[in-house]
Structures are given as C-alpha cells and as structure tokens.
C-alpha cells in the first residue's frame, strides 16, 4: 500500500511539473493489448520532449486499465514512456502494480502505435499478465504538435 501512494504522489507531481513548464492540453489515449489476458487501459498523455523538425517525442502517460481473470475484472494503473523516433517507429516501456511491459512497433504519425514486446508479472501480483504481448494504441487530442507531418518529396 505504501509503495501505491508514493507512486501516486510521484505521477501528480510530475503531471505538475510538466503543467508549469508548458502550456498543457492533455493527449488522450485508449489502448488495448493481449498478453495471456486481454488488458483494455485509458488515460492522459504528456509531451515531455519534443524532437522539433524531426519530430521525435518523448510522452509519459498515467492511466488506468481494466483485466479480467477467473471471472472477475480487475483494475489496474498504468505509467508508462513512449518514445516516438520520427512518425514511423516507436519504444514504449512501462508498469503497474501487478506486471511490466516493453514494446516497439510502428507508428502511424503518432496517433496509432502498433506493436509487439514482452510482459512480466511481479512475483507478489495477484493477477498474472505474462508472456509476449501484441497491442495498439490511439492518441486524441486538439494539440498541433502531436501528430506527425506528411512530408512528400524533398
């Protein structure tokens, strides 16, 4: 219990510090993945480093998901970092209380990422999300420097 508050408390102060540096308007994403269990999360989005004419990102993102196992539905939280190289291929690692997970894929201009990595249960987690997982993600925001640009020819 005391490890969820401190992770918590990390998330809303590091939510606030990213708030103070630039002007904020949150990216939504919903995300999907299968990885022994299907695992359905949700939550906001936030640039954090943003590569500029290259348009490499760096987003981390807190949410919440939602696991059925044995009939009974689950929640957990979710904190990840994604790193976008350019519109076309992406890095994403992240955790929750009850396992681990790394994936690369591609990216479609950043609003959808597609991938496939590897997940791990923590030995004390009472849900187990193990194995190699596959999944897709989507980003929604009014945000003009999120998505990526087509650029065609020289």
């Known amino acids: 219990m005391k490890h969820k508050i401190i992770l918590a408390i990390s998330c809303l102060f590091l939510s606030l510090k990213v708030k103070a540096q630039q002007k904020i308007q949150p990216i939504y994403y919903i995300d999907y993945s299968y990885a022994s269990k299907h695992v359905l999360r949700g939550g906001v ?4 480093m943003d590569g500029g004419e290259n348009q490499d990102k760096l987003f981390l993102g807190t949410g ?3 696991v ?3 009939g009974k539905i689950h929640g957990i939280p979710d904190l ?7 519109t076309l291929l992406f890095v994403k690692a992240g955790s929750s209380f009850s396992h681990a997970y790394s994936v690369v894929g591609i990216s479609l201009f950043n609003s ?3 991938g496939i990595g590897y997940s791990k249960s923590y030995n004390n ?3 187990k999300i193990q194995g190699f997982t596959a999944g897709i993600t989507f ?3 009014h945000k003009d420097n999120v998505y ?4 065609i020819g020289f």
């Open 45 to 48: 989005e936030f640039i954090l």
């Open 64 to 66: 919440y998901g939602v």
């Open 68 to 70: 059925g196992d044995q």
């Open 80 to 86: 990840h970092l994604s790193y976008n190289i350019g």
């Open 112 to 114: 959808c990422d597609i």
């Open 125 to 127: 987690s009472k849900v």
């Open 139 to 141: 980003r929604l925001t």
């Open 148 to 151: 990526g640009k087509l650029k």
